[in-house]
């Protein structure tokens, strides 16, 4: 007992030191694109490159989140705000550039980009060390729970690359043809099966993984209108997508989350939740608690336009085993994007484009308040990523 006091002193401070690295932070990692803007009539301002960054933030203490590294990498908010991903041990992050940026006489314009860019989040400070070659215009991404397999969904080549991940290495294995275009994907809990969202078709896939081995089933759900996004509930019996509805944005429209029974064979639509004008953003709690939708509602648009509101909002949904109900709805600012939770679920991190920073929310069960706090950012936060998918 004698040296049992000592020897405890020493492992703490051991620990409280070893806590100081990055390997103990709680990374969440935001793409800014500083390239595009929308004016007073919703107009899209195109810049010249060279301001984008993909910036990483520690959120170990909720309410003061902490810049730890800003990398300038290009980045698009041309496409859902899943467009880069932390694997589950917080090691490695992925960051797609979807869109590529080149000049048009005087002008820029847009073109399907294929870069993966690899960053060691151990590092000290992080950094990139390497990137990779998928296909066209990569969006929405996914990491699987054993943290050594990617997807990533490739809109312009109607397509999912796949990528293995084995320690600091990551390399692609396949590419699946998907037959039409595809945005976003998310694993299931045991990582053998996957969802795609096929936006354009409004439809959701599914995908049979078996190792680095991803098979298209050909089995398709009509989930909704414009399914931009999507989520898996971590118990993985359900999972929801967010329509964007028929114009593909806020179109002052109401628009649902699409609810999947996932235990069903095969899966099958069992709900739509009406949630508001233009869910893009969409995040599952690692509590399985509840689902946040956030709706653009026309704040990048027209101001003049009968559905343009200075903010968006985030829609607060309770997951009661299959049944998800929409509780509440939250104000935030212009044009939010991207959403994290902390891995205790306990906050929400909205990234707000128009506005140039992020908002801190409170989650209390099924209960979302806005704490008042946010983080300023060096431009326009296109996408956001958290080691919770």
């Not at 398709?220 to 019996?237: K, S």
């Not at 085993?321 to 205790?344: C, H, M, Q």
Request: with cysteine; aromatic share 6%; glycine share 10%.
């Amino acid at each position: 007992m004698k040296n049992f006091i000592p020897q405890f002193v020493r492992v703490l401070a051991l620990f409280l030191v070893a806590c100081v690295a990055p390997a103990c932070a709680q990374h969440m990692i935001v793409g800014i694109d500083n390239k595009v803007y929308w004016d007073g009539e919703g107009k899209a301002i195109l810049s010249p490159p060279g301001r984008d960054a993909v910036a990483i933030i520690d959120i170990r203490d909720r309410l003061n989140p902490r810049l730890v590294a800003s990398l300038p990498l290009m980045n698009s908010v041309y496409g859902p705000p899943t467009n880069l991903a932390i694997t589950p041990d917080g090691s490695l992050a992925l960051v797609a550039n979807s869109m590529d940026w080149v000049q048009d006489g005087a002008a820029w314009k847009a073109s399907p980009g294929n870069d993966i860019f690899v960053i060691d989040l151990k590092a000290n400070p992080p950094a990139l060390i390497a990137t990779v070659k998928g296909g066209k215009q990569p969006s929405g991404m996914a990491i699987n729970p054993a943290g050594n397999l990617a997807l990533v969904a490739n809109r312009a080549d109607n397509s999912i690359t796949v990528l293995s991940i084995r320690g600091k290495e990551v390399k692609v294995v396949d590419t699946v043809a998907m037959g039409e275009q595809v945005a976003a994907v998310a694993f299931t809990p045991d990582g053998k099966r996957a969802l795609a969202a096929k936006n354009v078709n409004n439809k959701a896939a599914v995908l049979n993984i078996d190792g680095e081995k991803v098979t298209y089933s050909k089995y398709d759900m009509l989930v909704g209108l414009f399914p931009y996004n999507l989520a898996i509930a971590p118990n993985g019996r359900i999972a929801l997508t967010a329509n964007n509805g028929a114009s593909g944005s806020a179109d002052g429209n109401v628009d649902t989350i699409g609810v999947i029974d996932l235990e069903a064979t095969p899966p099958r639509v069992i709900d739509q939740v009406v949630v508001g004008d233009g869910p893009e953003g969409f995040a599952i709690s690692p509590t399985g608690e509840i689902a946040v939708a956030i709706l653009l509602r026309g704040s990048n648009g027209n101001k003049s336009a009968f559905f343009y509101n200075r903010n968006g909002s985030v829609a607060v949904l309770k997951i009661d085993g299959k049944k998800v109900t929409k509780v509440g709805e939250v104000e935030v600012r212009g044009l939010p994007e991207g959403v994290v939770f902390s891995p205790d679920g306990k906050y929400l991190y909205v990234g707000n484009y128009m506005d140039d920073d992020i908002s801190i929310l409170k989650v209390d069960g099924t209960v979302v308040t806005d704490t008042g706090k946010s983080f300023k950012l060096s431009g326009h936060p296109a996408s956001m990523r958290g080691t919770t998918p």
